[in-house]
């Protein structure tokens, strides 16, 4: 697990390297319900370098850092970054094959501070939409597990965001069928 000092720690370390993102990941609803532990990596989608067309500037400030550097499921660039005795694996997205951010999300994202560091990352309505857009068994499997959080009372969600996010998809009918089979009433 991530912790929250060593969260901030390695993006301040690829912020200090010249990378600019946003987290997209399951951290999001992590740091909005307060926990201590902000999952097993950090999501990320790539502003700059692009992890696309400027690969090699990765393997380059991975072999500077003496950073692991490999490969995400789909092809971008994953890198373990060592912060004091912990390895914080730290996977890099673009808007590649079936892999899609919107924009208007991107643009949209807050600025968050965890332990001295402000990043960008999307609201957890919207990361919400993107677990339902991959739609994998896994991703449902998050969905219901944050549905019942909702459900408790211990996470709040704008639904007219989700709604808001989720037309911004072509499938915006099968997200919302993904979000109401996991427990969301959208």
């Not at 857009?133 to 449902?140: E, L, P, T």
Request: hydrophobic share 40%; glycine share 6%; net charge negative.
């Amino acid at each position: 697990m991530v912790s929250k000092k060593e969260f901030a720690q390695a993006l301040r370390k690829l912020l200090d390297s010249g990378f600019r993102f946003t987290v997209i990941g399951g951290s999001v609803v992590e740091l909005e319900l307060g926990s201590r532990d902000l999952g097993d990596d950090i999501d990320l989608f790539a502003e700059a370098p692009s992890p696309v067309i400027e690969e090699e500037e990765y393997y380059r400030v991975a072999e500077e850092n003496g950073w692991v550097i490999g490969q995400t499921w789909l092809g971008t660039p994953r890198v373990i970054v060592r912060v004091d005795q912990a390895e914080v694996p730290v996977e890099f997205y673009d808007n590649i094959y079936d892999f899609y951010v919107p924009e208007e999300i991107l643009r949209d994202a807050r600025k968050i501070r965890v332990s001295g560091v402000t990043v960008r990352a999307v609201r957890v309505e919207d990361h919400i939409v993107l677990k339902a857009n991959a739609g994998r068994r896994s991703d449902m499997e998050r969905l219901q597990e944050i549905a019942r959080l909702v459900k408790k009372g211990k996470l709040q969600v704008d639904v007219k965001r989700i709604q808001w996010a989720a037309e911004l998809f072509d499938d915006r009918k099968g997200i919302l069928n993904r979000l109401r089979s996991a427990g969301f009433k959208v």
